[in-house]
């Protein structure tokens, strides 16, 4: 069944130099419960804008986006942003960054802990819970931020570009883990990236939208078999 729902929606920016930009022009998209959906695009089409959009943190100009029928008027714990803006604390090891969601919404020390420490092991960082994270590659501190937001029990999670600072080989074993933890939550992932490779390996589904304005071009289903590498 559809899990989100944004119909018509268009975003326009007031800046100083440019004045009434339109970075989104009357999207429409339907996204199915569980499915793993790309957004590809050149810089400035307005992906990062819908994945805002769908996270509550930019209310668009007109149209109407919903999860499960109901709309988007904030932020939730439904939907997990994996977002670069969103740092791990400094201040905080591994496991306190993990913790933290789940301390935030009251469960036990103990029991947020447990739980905390599978979702290290999940993303291969069994060993380095006491690490801070300037004391992790960049890999390792993307897998922390993963862990961090897979903690809240999103079920919509919400990556934009997360693996596109990194070497291909780092990448190629992320891209790897995230399959591995959809195929085994069956979680509905959109996944912001410029990678044409990226977006197929990955997607069920690869929303195609071009510039200026922001538009959807074409939906692609992706029909190969997985592993897809
Ligand atoms: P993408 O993620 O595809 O690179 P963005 O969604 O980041 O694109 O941006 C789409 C367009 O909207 C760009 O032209 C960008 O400069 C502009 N834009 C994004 N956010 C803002 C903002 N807060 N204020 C003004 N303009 C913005
Ligand atoms: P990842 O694929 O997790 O980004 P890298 O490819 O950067 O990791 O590094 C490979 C391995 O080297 C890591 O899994 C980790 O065991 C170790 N490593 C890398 N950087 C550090 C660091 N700053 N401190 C401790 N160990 C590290």
């Known amino acids: 069944s559809t899990i989100i729902d944004i119909d018509r929606v268009s975003q326009v920016f007031q800046t100083s130099t440019r004045k009434d930009h339109l970075a ?18 050149p810089s400035g089409c307005g992906k990062s804008t819908l994945l805002y959009i769908v996270g509550g943190f930019v209310s668009p100009t007109s149209g109407t986006a919903k999860i499960k029928g109901q709309p988007i008027t904030g932020p939730g714990p439904d939907r997990g942003p994996v977002f670069q803006e969103f740092a791990l604390f400094p201040w905080k090891t591994v496991l306190g960054n993990v913790m933290y969601g789940p301390r935030q919404q009251g469960v036990r020390a103990t029991q947020a802990e447990a739980q905390s420490r599978m979702l290290i092991e999940m993303v291969g960082l ?22 961090r937001t897979l903690a809240y029990h999103p079920e919509v999670l919400l990556m934009d570009e997360p693996f596109g600072a990194l070497d291909a080989h780092t990448r190629t074993r992320l891209q790897n883990d995230l399959l591995n933890i959809w195929e085994r939550d069956r979680k509905t992932v959109l996944f912001v990236t410029h990678s044409v490779d990226e977006a197929v390996f990955l997607s069920d589904k690869v929303v195609m939208m071009s510039t200026s304005p922001g538009r959807i071009r074409e939906v692609i289903d992706i029909d190969l078999p997985r592993p897809r590498r």
């Open 24 to 41: 989104l022009s009357d999207i429409s998209l339907t996204i199915e419960e569980g499915a793993f959906v790309s957004i590809l695009g």
């Open 126 to 147: 069994k060993g380095y819970e006491n690490f801070y994270p300037k004391e992790l590659s960049g890999g390792m501190k993307q897998r922390v931020a993963l862990a």
